[in-house]
C-alpha cells in the first residue's frame, strides 16, 4: 500500500498523479492504456476534492491511498471537505461538446469500481481490473 | 506547460507541451483570446509535446474549436497520443475535433 498525504491545492496535483501513475507500472497490465485511463480518472478525482469539496473551506488535506493488487488497482481518496451526492450528477451531452461537466464521467468511464462514501472523512474509492 | 505560437501567413499553429490540467488550464485562455483576436484563417493546436490533460485543459480546447468555427474558421488537432488521446476518445473528441475542417 503506497500512502501520500499532501495539502489539497491544484499544486499538489501533479506529484499525486505521477505517484498513481508509478503504482500502475507495478501493475501487470497488458497494455499502456490502463496506466493512462487510471491516472485520467484520477486526476479528475483529485481535482473534484480540491475544487468542490474544499472550496471556501480552510486549505485541507487529502490522503491518497493505492494498492497496486494482483488483479486489480485500487484508489482511495480521503478528503475531509464537503460531501455531495454522486446521484445528482447527470451526464454531459457530448455531442453538445461541452466544456465542463465532464470529470465524473471520466471517472465512470475509466474505473471499474467507483464508490462515494460521505463523511467526515468523505471517502471516494476507485478501483481497475487488469 | 508551456506553450509556443506559431504563424504562417492566415493560418497559426499552437503548441502545448507538458500538462494542461486544472491548475495550467487557466493560464492558456489569455492565448486563447491572443490566437483569436488575429481572426487566422485555419488555427492548428499541436499536441504531440503534451503529457497529460485533464477536463479542464480540454474544456479550454473545447472553447477555442467552437469559438474559432463561429467565426467561420478553420481548425484541427495534430499530435494526439498517449493520455490525452484517452481522454479525448472517451469524450469522443478525438474525431469531432481532429476532423474538422
New interface residues.
Given amino acids: 500500500m503506497i500512502v501520500l498525504r499532501v495539502p489539497a491545492t491544484l499544486q499538489y496535483r501533479d506529484v499525486a498523479t505521477r505517484v498513481v501513475s508509478a503504482a500502475c507500472k507495478l501493475v501487470e497490465a497488458t497494455s499502456a492504456e490502463f496506466g493512462q485511463q487510471v491516472v485520467s480518472a484520477f486526476g479528475e478525482a483529485f481535482n473534484n476534492a480540491v475544487l468542490h469539496a474544499y472550496r471556501g473551506l480552510a486549505p485541507g488535506e487529502l490522503v491518497v491511498e493505492v494498492a497496486p493488487l494482483a488483479d486489480r488497482i485500487a484508489i482511495r481518496l480521503v478528503d475531509q471537505g464537503r460531501t455531495f451526492d454522486p446521484a445528482t450528477i447527470v451526464d454531459p451531452d457530448l455531442d453538445a461538446l461541452p466544456e465542463s461537466g465532464m470529470g465524473w464521467f471520466i471517472i465512470r468511464s475509466f474505473m471499474d469500481e467507483v464508490r462515494y462514501e460521505p463523511g467526515p472523512p468523505n471517502v471516494l474509492s476507485l478501483a481497475k481490473r487488469l | 506547460m508551456n506553450f509556443s505560437l506559431q504563424r504562417d501567413g492566415d493560418a497559426l499553429v499552437l503548441r502545448i507541451e507538458g500538462?494542461l490540467?486544472?491548475?495550467s488550464a487557466p493560464q492558456i485562455r489569455p492565448v486563447i483570446e491572443e490566437v483569436l483576436a488575429g481572426a487566422p484563417k485555419r488555427v492548428t493546436v499541436d499536441l504531440s509535446a503534451l503529457r497529460?490533460v485533464?477536463?479542464?485543459g480540454?474544456?479550454?480546447i473545447?472553447?477555442l474549436?467552437?469559438r474559432q468555427r463561429a467565426a467561420g474558421g478553420e481548425f484541427g488537432i495534430t499530435g494526439l497520443a498517449?493520455?490525452p488521446l484517452?481522454?479525448f476518445r472517451?469524450?469522443?473528441?478525438d474525431r469531432?475535433l481532429s476532423t474538422s475542417a
Avoid at chain 2, 472517451?90 to 473528441?93: A, G, K, Q, Y
Wanted: aromatic fraction near 4%.
Fill in positions: 500538462e490540467d486544472a491548475l497529460l485533464d477536463s479542464s480540454v474544456g479550454a473545447v472553447s474549436f467552437k498517449g493520455q484517452a481522454v472517451v469524450l469522443r473528441l469531432a
